[in-house]
Every structure is written in structure tokens, then in C-alpha cells.
């Protein structure tokens, strides 16, 4: 499977961004899916899962309550709307698809990787 995530870029802090990750190769509705990111000089870190049905999410607690995740199963699609976005937002975002239908923090149990797409977030 390829994963393309796209929708990056440069916002002023407290704006709003929404990254899209498109799967290809084979249907991705059985496995989770999450989105992941990596802030220079720091090591990657998860941000939201979503299972496979898209009824049960989760993040991490520097993101909760402004940043949603969200799937379109007929469409091979995973979302991340980004709203009062902070300086410390800053970071490559990566989608991954799962090994299981479950939620994860743990990328290890993530298989395959999209190339990433940069947040910048000016002060």
C-alpha cells in the first residue's frame, strides 16, 4: 500500500490546517490508521489513531480537543483537522496504516508510511 498525505504547510499560530492521507494498493478499511509527527532535532511521536470503523479515536494529550482525525473508508482517505495551531505544532506529519483494526500509540505496530508532510506554525 502507498500513503500520500498532503495539506501541509505555513500558518501563523492559531489557525487552522487539515492534512489528507490517500491510500493506495489495496483497501485500507480493516486496520487503523494514525497520524504521527516529527519535530526537528526530536524523535517521532504519535498525535491520533482512528480504528477501522472510525468510532473510536485517540490522542495525544498536547493535541486533545483541537485536533480531530477522521475516515472516509469509500474513499481510502484519513484526516487530520488541525485548529489553534501552536508554534510547538511545528513538525513533519506522517500517516500510517496499522497491522490491526485496533488503535494504537505505538508506531511499531504501524506497517506502512506515507513521506510525510510539513506543519510550520509561526509565532
Known amino acids: 500500500v502507498q500513503l500520500q498525505a498532503s495539506g501541509g504547510g505555513l500558518v501563523q499560530a492559531g489557525a487552522s490546517l487539515r492534512l489528507s492521507c490517500a491510500a493506495s494498493g489495496r483497501t485500507v478499511s480493516n486496520y487503523a490508521m494514525g497520524w504521527f509527527r516529527q519535530a526537528p532535532g526530536k524523535e517521532r511521536e504519535f498525535v491520533a489513531t482512528?480504528?477501522?470503523?472510525?468510532?473510536?479515536?485517540r490522542y495525544a494529550d498536547s493535541v486533545k480537543g483541537r485536533f480531530t482525525i477522521s475516515r472516509d473508508n469509500a474513499k481510502n482517505t484519513v484526516s487530520l483537522q488541525m485548529n489553534s495551531l501552536k508554534p510547538e505544532d511545528t513538525a513533519v506529519y506522517y500517516c500510517?496504516?496499522?497491522?490491526?483494526?485496533?488503535?494504537?500509540?505505538?508506531?511499531?505496530?504501524?506497517?506502512?508510511w506515507g513521506q510525510g508532510t510539513l506543519v510550520t506554525v509561526s509565532q
Open positions: 500510517a496504516l496499522a497491522q490491526a483494526g485496533w488503535t494504537s500509540y505505538n508506531e511499531y505496530e504501524y506497517g506502512d
Open positions: 482512528i480504528n477501522w470503523s472510525g468510532l473510536t479515536t
